[in-house]
């Protein structure tokens, strides 16, 4: 199987799943293989990866390697990354209703980091609460202030079609 990070392969990366281009190796020959496209492409992922399969490293240098290249450790793309702050900021700036489970007092916050800095937490753990993936957070559950949104002008008009039909049947 080829690799994916394999930028010496061009247009055979379309045909990385054909069972054509598949063949059956021991560690030892993938390891081999490897050695042999670091020797003539020089990837540095190649060595990386044929000393992890022969072991002369240990896990911990083979995965800082590996992050330090870019490699399987799930670092995004930098297009990646400022979406994702896009989108965690859009989500963090909603306001947020803290509620404390002995007193049951409430709270409004303007953002989910400061209810998190109110009580002292972490936001990822109150955004858990909010997804309800967590029950509470230092004694607090969490949720987002529901805004009600004004409908658009066609839904209006769909709405008043539907209140006509329905009472002119009557």
Not at 33 to 62: C, N, S, W, Y
């Amino acid at each position: 199987m080829m690799p994916t990070y394999g930028t010496y392969f061009g247009e055979l990366l379309t045909e990385r799943e054909d069972p054509f281009y598949q063949v059956s190796l021991t560690v030892e020959g993938h390891a081999c293989q490897h050695d042999i496209l670091h020797r003539a492409f020089r990837h540095p992922m190649d060595d990386v990866v044929r000393r992890a399969l022969v072991g002369q490293a240990t896990h911990k240098e083979i995965c800082k390697e590996a992050s330090r290249l870019g490699g399987s450790n799930g670092t995004p793309h930098p297009d990646q990354v400022k979406e994702m702050q896009k989108k965690a900021w859009k989500a963090t700036s909603k306001e947020v209703i803290l509620t404390n489970i002995t007193t049951g007092e409430e709270t409004t916050y303007p953002s989910l980091h400061e209810a998190a800095r109110s009580i002292n937490g972490a936001a990822s753990a109150l955004c858990l609460v909010i997804k309800g993936n967590r029950k509470t957070h230092k004694g607090h559950t969490a949720r987002y202030v529901r805004t009600l949104r004004r409908p658009s002008p066609a839904r209006l008009v769909q709405r008043r079609n539907w209140l006509v039909k329905k009472t002119s049947n009557f």
